[in-house]
């Protein structure tokens, strides 16, 4: 589809029409402003894409803002992160990298503006009374007594506010607007509070820090945005962001707010507070443990950047609050991964086979194509010999009618080389499992030969039992059970949802090529999934992480319930 028949999404519509009316000269330019108080989630990467996207879509700039004005939450491992992770999704905010605290000393300027202006107070009420008299939204809130100091007395305490005079909440400045507006956010709202904190970029430079709505807006004004896009929740705050920037707007250029639906995902949680739970109560291994929705998790995973990017496109901007199916995030996954994944062959639960009747101590090295979806991806070879491993569940020794895998008299093809048959099994006299399976080999039927088109009902997967590998193979499944991690009985929270068996470690048996593979490749391996290196692979010691199943595991457990 050419990008012009796309109809345009409700933020589009806005920004076009802003262009043809040649607000702010027709200029688009917008910021991702994270806080650097967690690593940044799914949810961050729509609000990235969209940003990034816009900016790229109408020929404008996007900035990287670090919104740090609350010292105590944040540190500069949660910066480096950050920008890690933007870059790794494919974004780049060029020389635009900003921060609010390099604006507090033009923030407290413009706060001794508002007080000069008669627009602004030093309140000396605690939180409580304040919420107090802040009243609810059906009835006028009352003012506080310290409502209608001079701006001389108010422009003194300020000050002293700002040298350390105070101890922390015993002093706040508030915006003089309207102690009965129905918006409760316009019922003088706090702009400062005294914090003594060390602030990972000021230092101990200050000791008041702006509250979010006197930062936001400010810095938009401060970086020439246009459009500032903030998740649903701010909608209400829209009129006090219009607010404060009255007060200090000088000329036609103007930043707006614009709101849109949050990314919520089923079966997982995305507030950074309860992230940072998992991580620190070690319900998880850390902030890239592969089953958090976070992007370095995801990353770890297995996740490609080009599969987040098209998850974001997919659900579109929309206006009020969903929640997206967890499977529409695999299925881009999936789809990506199928394009660009080598295949190779693992065995997760080994059972040996014995081919009787081919060459003891024959080896022959078999070509297999990397990726049937690229031709361009090239072929390996993959070592045959007599002693196999096939997967314990490809056998069943009284099997029924249906079971076309292996079984006694039974022939299936093994990939990319022979049609075997089984003439039998040795069993574990202690306890009966099978402990070899016995076939025959067809010798005409490997690629190339007449019988390599004899069809048989199945194709398995197998490694040559010498030259396998030991790999270490991590499953993962969905953190929570419940698509709502919130649907809890009384008198339990939602990390009573936590799923006991998000995690499987199994030992596998793994084709000899997967030693030489580039770690950073992409893997299918054949009939269970795409896979990748987990970072603690090392030397000969693989450990592979389970992306995503090969199906959607969990429709088929709807399907059937
Ligand atoms: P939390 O609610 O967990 O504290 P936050 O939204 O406050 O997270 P920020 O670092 O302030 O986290 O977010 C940076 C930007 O990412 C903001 O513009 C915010 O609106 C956006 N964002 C955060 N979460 C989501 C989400 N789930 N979907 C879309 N955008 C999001
Ligand atoms: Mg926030």
């Not at 401060?222 to 006090?240: A, D, K, N, Y």
């Not at 295949?343 to 040996?352: A, C, E, F």
């Amino acid at each position: 589809m050419a990008e012009n028949d796309k109809t345009l999404n409700f933020i589009e519509e806005i920004i076009e029409e802003d262009i043809r009316n040649n607000r702010n000269n027709g200029r688009v330019h917008t910021r991702f402003p994270p806080e650097p108080n967690g690593y940044l989630h799914i949810g961050h990467a729509k609000s990235i894409c969209l940003n990034f996207g816009l900016a790229l879509k109408y020929n404008g700039k996007c900035n990287l803002r670090f919104d740090d004005t609350n010292p105590v939450t944040e540190d500069i491992e949660y910066v480096e992160s950050i920008k890690e992770d933007i870059r790794w999704l494919g974004f780049d905010w060029e020389d635009r990298e900003f921060y609010a605290s390099d604006y507090f000393d033009q923030l407290y300027q413009w706060a001794v503006k508002l007080i000069k202006n008669g627009k602004a107070y030093v309140d000396e009420a605690s939180a409580e009374e304040i919420s107090e008299l802040r009243g609810v939204p059906t009835q006028p809130g009352k003012e506080s007594p310290y409502r209608n100091r001079s701006i001389e007395e108010n422009l003194d305490l300020f000050e002293r506010m700002r040298n350390g005079e105070f101890p922390d909440g015993t002093k706040v400045l508030r915006a003089k607007i309207d102690m009965s507006s129905p918006n409760m956010h316009m019922r003088d709202p706090v702009l400062y509070r005294i914090k003594h904190a060390h602030h990972h970029r000021t230092g101990n430079k200050w000791c008041i820090y702006p509250m979010y709505d006197w930062a936001h807006g400010q810095s938009d004004y401060i970086e020439g945005i246009t459009h500032s896009i903030c998740t649903l929740e701010f909608e209400v705050h829209r009129p006090l962001y219009d607010w404060c920037l009255d007060q200090i707007v000088e000329g036609n250029y103007r930043p707006r707010q614009i709101e849109f639906a949050r990314l919520n995902i089923d079966y997982m949680v995305m507030s950074k507070r309860r992230l940072l739970q998992l991580v620190n109560e070690g319900y998880v291994s850390g902030w890239d443990d592969p089953r958090m929705p976070t992007i370095s998790g995801l990353r770890r995973r297995g996740y490609t950047p080009e599969a987040i990017r098209n998850f974001a496109e997919t659900v579109g901007v929309a206006k009020r609050e969903n929640t997206i199916e967890h499977s529409l995030l695999e299925y881009c996954v999936r789809e990506h991964l199928n394009k660009i994944a080598l295949r190779r062959m693992v065995v997760l639960n080994p059972v040996k086979v014995i081919i009787d009747n081919y060459p003891e101590g024959q080896v022959e090295m078999l070509e297999s194509e990397n990726n049937p979806e690229d031709p361009a991806a090239g072929s390996r070879t993959i070592p045959f010999s007599r002693e196999l491993f096939i997967e314990r569940d490809d056998f069943m020794e009284d099997a029924p009618k249906k079971f076309f895998r292996l079984t006694p008299g039974q022939e299936v093809r093994l990939k990319n080389a022979y049609i075997i048959k089984c003439t039998g099994v040795v069993k574990d006299p202690a306890n009966g499992t099978i402990r070899e399976i016995h076939c025959t080999y067809d010798p005409e039927t490997r690629s190339g030969m007449q019988g390599a088109n004899r069809k048989v009902k199945s194709t398995i997967h197998w490694v040559s039992s010498h030259h396998a590998i030991d790999a270490e193979v991590r499953i993962y499944d969905r953190l929570f059970l419940k698509a709502d991690p919130d649907d809890v009985e009384e008198g339990k929270n939602w990390l009573s949802n936590l799923n006991p068996d998000s995690l499987k470690i199994i030992m596998a048996k793994a084709e000899p090529h997967l030693l030489k593979d580039d770690r950073n490749n992409k893997f299918q391996f054949l009939r269970l999934g795409y896979f990748c290196f987990d970072k603690d692979s090392s030397g000969e010691k693989l450990i592979f992480n389970r992306t995503v199943s090969l199906k959607d595991e969990w429709a088929k457990i709807a399907a059937k319930s």
